[in-house]
């Protein structure tokens, strides 16, 4: 198959016709970006990229496009223009339904001839692309462009249709005509209303484009920001098998990838910080035979369980985003496909990404959920951070629509744009299939409505009527829990916050939630827990992995061996897992340091993750037992250690994230200490070399009494405000009897950390505290800024309060 044309150089204006009067057809090579008003800003953009970002490496299939005069003279020769307006005018009176206004002004456009000059035109044109790839009747897709399109602030996405697998003039001719039509569909009069647009100044031009074999290979979408939370600086890609179309509907689950964009260029890196594989139920693919062009099959089981890109085509398509956003200055939304015969990979659309950029501006908000005792009945990603509540309303066929309830949580199989009139409605959006690049979620995204996507079996837990909640505000997995659950939010002005000395960093735990925060001026991660990652992420006991065959329980052998599919070695799935968890938190705060606490599992804990149990030993008290610093140099567990110590080599050495600092827990002794970093050492984490710093975690007498030779040995300290309390006060934490005595404003914890903050300054190390009491108590926050403290690590929701209050103790000090 021949590949696309290499890119022509830069036209200073697209060509007029032989008389100076506007062509009919242009090719690609001849548009660019400021001629929306001729071709639409799909083709406009086709051609742009065509002409300016060959050099870059970004492929574009080649083609040629309809101009809007060809639209024109076609409504003109049939006289269509009155009867158009008078339709509309219909509509707007009330003497006629949107649905029939649209399907009256369709019916009037397939029934128009096509003026035999724009007909020859368009034979002319698809001829000579024939000859250009070689191929007698090329296969090509007939993309709808309207002139108003892809603008800066309204995306129109979706609201025209594309025909793929079209071939031979004929064929080409009457998707011409359909196109043209569905420049009136129901969805895109309701949006052309809705934006104020005077439906007769917007013309259609045609995008005719050669057909990439993505049937047989795989497609998607792109984005070049985080599509939810707006975060800049990583490149977002679904994928699926087949033709785009199933990405694009929202028909499938599919493959999810992120790309941290700022290391893209560093030699040697591999900045991939997100890898998810999707169900992939289905593909669409070319038609064998019959009237219809593509057809939808059920995909194997071994294309459910395989990834649709390799590494390099990930780091490819980054790439190709990065160039096409420096060229147009702003995020794009893109569509991708892959040749199945060629190998290759193309751009087929790009347009400016419309939600984040008009949000950008607007003020933070952060949604709180009080979900008590509650569990979700069903979860699936989440679109948007919001949370909604509202009776569902289950609508399966796409011919009940009207039976809508406004205000309603829409609950369906997937949302395709016919649906917009009524998810604009919706106070949350529910669907079976789809990803978070979907049509759907790009118009839930831009309609400002929270949607859980691709739960899998939504339509059939729940029931219509039922009053449920929807949670978008925990991360990327959207939750649906019953009942009308209390929920609250709170904006908040990140550019009024004040600056300080002393750094105010964020615990973060959870990867899934790390970039809903990147707004606020933290200087960086001052906690992340790396059990939080195993216990969610990874899921499966180390050790299990390393002695398979000393797990005897089935289902965990099963679900075990589910998970780890596709892995030559299950070990791997362990250390990959869990850097992409780690990786995707460094990300998040880059390039301020991310300080990643290494594994501090109890042993109950630990005997709960899958094929746990047969590795751990009973203890009475195991917040005193075999964890922190004593499992990592045990024969019991440190070959699992070993494996944690490669996934943080792998986040800052073939990732790059070199921002990651590494945290030792719960280390009683120097001793201890010397054992551990040997530890590390013998795994290729040795501190100081390329610059890993290596800190302790600050939560036990010990570490105060011994500060000096923990300094030797640590860079910094960070203090465990719970732990340390517990230890000092000899209190259970977890005691629901002592809870009233449990306060870290005990004079002796204080004194215990003016100590340490004294002492540790003395040996030259560096001090912060990433506990929970700067987030509930301002004196504490306040008595820590006297004592000089270097940082607080705070809960994210809790920042904004207590900036405020170390603002006001550093202004004091600095009085007195």
């Known amino acids: 198959m021949t590949s696309a044309p290499d890119a022509s150089p830069a036209r200073t204006a697209a060509p007029q016709g032989a008389d100076g009067t506007e062509p009919y057809v242009l090719p690609f090579v001849a548009v660019g970006i400021s001629d929306v008003p001729r071709v639409g800003g799909k083709n406009a953009s086709l051609g742009e990229m065509i002409q300016h970002l060959g050099a870059s490496g970004v492929r574009v299939p080649d083609g040629f496009a309809t101009t809007a005069e060809a639209y024109r003279r076609t409504i003109a020769d049939a006289g269509?223009?009155?009867p158009l307006r008078e339709a509309i005018a219909g509509m707007r009176d009330g003497s006629l339904t949107l649905q029939q206004t649209g399907e009256t002004i369709r019916r009037r456009l397939l029934e128009a001839p096509l003026p035999d000059a724009v007909v020859a035109a368009i034979r002319d044109?698809?001829?000579a692309l024939c000859e250009e790839l070689g191929e007698a009747d090329a296969a090509v897709a007939v993309r709808s462009s309207a002139t108003a399109e892809d603008l800066p602030d309204a995306s129109f996405a979706g609201q025209q249709e594309t025909f793929l697998n079209i071939s031979g003039e004929v064929a080409l001719l009457d998707a011409c005509r359909r196109c043209y039509a569905s420049l009136f569909t129901d969805r895109a009069i309701s949006y052309r209303e809705t934006k104020g647009f005077d439906h007769l100044a917007v013309a259609l031009s045609i995008g005719v484009q050669h057909m990439v074999r993505s049937d047989e290979a795989g497609s998607g979408v792109m984005f070049s920001l985080d599509p939810d939370t707006g975060f800049p600086d990583v490149v977002s890609i679904s994928a699926a098998w087949g033709l785009g179309e199933t990405v694009v509907q929202g028909a499938v689950d599919p493959d999810a990838y992120s790309v941290f964009k700022p290391l893209l260029d560093v030699p040697g890196k591999r900045p991939i910080i997100g890898k998810k594989r999707g169900r992939k139920a289905r593909k669409m693919v070319y038609a064998s035979g019959g009237s219809a062009r593509t057809q939808t099959l059920d995909t194997s089981a071994a294309e459910r369980q395989a990834l649709v890109l390799g590494d390099d085509e990930v780091l490819t398509l980054a790439r190709w985003a990065c160039a096409i956003e420096r060229h147009y200055g702003r995020a794009m939304d893109m569509e991708w496909a892959k040749d199945g015969r060629s190998g290759e990979l193309y751009i087929v659309q790009a347009r400016p990404e419309t939600v984040q950029a008009a949000r950008r501006s607007a003020p933070l908000r952060s949604w709180h959920l009080d979900r008590g005792a509650a569990e979700p009945i069903v979860t699936g990603a989440a679109v948007g951070q919001a949370i909604a509540a509202g009776e569902v309303c289950l609508i399966r066929d796409p011919a009940d629509i009207a039976q809508f309830r406004d205000g309603a949580v829409l609950v369906t199989e997937m949302t395709d744009p016919d649906w917009v009139p009524i998810m604009r409605k919706a106070s949350g959006i529910v669907t079976d299939h789809g990803g978070t690049t979907s049509h759907a979620a790009i118009v839930s995204r831009e309609l400002?409505?929270?949607?859980?996507?691709?739960?899998g079996n939504a339509t059939?837990?729940?029931?219509?009527?039922?009053?449920?909640?929807?949670s978008c505000a925990e991360g990327d997995e959207g939750r649906v829990y019953p009942g009308t659950l209390d929920f609250s939010s709170e904006d908040i002005d990140v550019a009024a916050l004040p600056d300080t000395r002393t750094q105010?960093?964020?615990?973060?735990?959870d990867p899934d939630t790390a970039f809903s925060w990147w707004r606020l001026p933290a200087k960086g991660v001052g906690l992340a827990r790396m059990e939080f990652i195993v216990s969610n992420w990874v899921r499966v006991h180390p050790m299990a992995l390393v002695h398979p065959e000393r797990v005897t329980d089935r289902a965990a052998k099963r679900e075990i061996a589910a998970l780890t599919r596709g892995y030559a070695d299950p070990k791997d799935y362990f250390v990959e897992t869990l850097a992409l968890g780690v990786a995707r938190i460094a990300a998040a705060c880059h390039p301020h340091p991310a300080i990643v606490r290494l594994s501090d599992f109890k042993t109950n804990e630990y005997a709960h993750l899958l094929g746990g149990a047969g590795f751990e030993p009973h203890e009475e008290n195991p917040m005193l037992g075999f964890r922190g610093a004593s499992r990592y140099y045990n024969e019991r567990y440190r070959e699992g250690f070993a494996l944690e110590c490669r996934a943080l080599k792998r986040v800052r050495e073939t990732i790059g994230?070199?921002?990651?600092?590494v945290m030792v827990?719960?280390?009683?002794?120097?001793?201890?200490?010397?054992?551990?970093l040997a530890e590390m050492a013998a795994n290729g984490l040795t501190r100081g070399e390329d610059g890993l710093q290596v800190y302790v975690m600050c939560e036990i007498p010990a570490n105060v009494l011994r500060a000096e030779e923990f300094a030797q040995r640590f860079d910094g300290f960070s203090i465990g405000s719970n732990d340390l309390t517990q230890m000092v006060l000899g209190i259970d934490r977890d005691s629901a009897m002592l809870a009233p005595l449990f306060d870290e404003r005990d004079p002796a914890v204080k004194a215990m950390i003016a100590q340490v903050i004294d002492r540790a300054h003395e040996s030259g190390a560096k001090v912060g505290i990433c506990g929970q009491a700067p987030s509930n108590y301002p004196e504490f926050a306040r008595f820590l800024v006297e004592q000089g403290i270097d940082s607080i690590s705070l809960n994210p929701d809790s920042f904004v309060k207590t900036i405020a209050t170390v603002a006001q103790a550093e202004t004091a000090a600095g009085a007195d």
Not at 448 to 455: D, L, M, N, R
Not at 504 to 509: S, W
Not at 665 to 674: I, L, M, Q, S, W
């Open 665 to 676: 827990p719960f280390c009683r002794t120097p001793d201890e200490a010397d054992r551990v």
């Open 460 to 470: 059939e837990l729940l029931k219509d009527g039922d009053a449920v909640t929807l």
């Open 80 to 82: 269509l223009e009155a």
């Open 504 to 509: 105010l960093m964020v615990n973060l735990a």
């Open 448 to 455: 400002g409505v929270p949607a859980i996507i691709g739960t």
């Open 657 to 661: 994230l070199d921002n990651l600092i």
């Open 125 to 127: 044109a698809y001829r």
